[in-house]
């Protein structure tokens, strides 16, 4: 779901550790294929994907002006500024609701 919304601005598509994104049709499909005894079960694990949603928003963000917004703003948060701080760990509370939700819709 994540890749659908943020596209090449997705930062788990963080290139070489991953490459590509599957949906839960083409792991089944796989499963199958390779010959998969097991009931294949999709687990879905959004909740901690705050920080996918806050870092993938400021990916795109740092396209539209230039430069890596993430970077500057990881390395305030290193530093111990606390206005940054605060902001991130209220973007992180403030998107709970929307993680949880897209886990309890298979989403995450």
């Known amino acids: 779901m994540s890749t659908k919304i943020f596209g090449k601005f997705f930062y788990q598509l ?16 796989y499963a199958s294929k390779f ?12 909740f901690w994907d705050q920080t996918t949603f806050i870092v993938s928003v400021l990916h795109w963000i740092s ?19 606390i206005f940054v701080v605060a902001f991130y760990g209220f973007l992180y509370v403030a998107l709970t609701p929307l993680t949880v939700l897209l886990n309890f819709l298979k989403s995450g």
């Open 63 to 81: 396209s539209k002006i230039g430069g890596n917004i993430w970077i500057r703003f990881s390395k305030k948060i290193k530093k111990g500024n």
């Open 35 to 46: 010959n998969f005894k097991h009931k294949v079960k999709m687990r879905y694990g959004a």
């Open 14 to 29: 963080d290139v070489p550790r991953h490459l590509f994104d599957y949906s839960d049709k083409n792991l089944k499909i």
